[in-house]
């Protein structure tokens, strides 16, 4: 290939927008993700343990290529549901190591919570495998 040609072709990639059809990965019927704890309703200290629940899919760290598998996100105080057909983004809180659990620190007052798994490439699976929101007082 000639310099020219070359120059010509890379100038393309880098100028054509990518519009990538993202392919949702499928969750099995009866797939649920659920917050252990705390309860919906409970007070917590400023400083809390908040415990992920999976059933039926296993937890696998972000980029694992496996069936049924996912890595738990976790929606703080959001208004929205994140967009179901790309990556989430950093606003959510991403544990993809594998991580069942985490330590949160908030401001004192009411917040909610609500888990959703995300797939190899942070895509919320199809259909997508989403908690309920619960709502917590910081004390
Ligand atoms: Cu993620």
Redesign the pocket.
Known sequence: MNKRLFSLLLLLLITTPVVAEIARTPSPEGAAVYIISPADGETVPATFTVRFGLKGMGVAP?GTDKANTG?H?LLVDSKAMPVLDQ??GGD?K???GGQTETELTLEPGVHTLQLIL?DKA?VPHDPPVVSEVITITVR
């Open positions: 972000a890595h996100h990556p989430m959510i991403h544990f993809g995300g942070h």
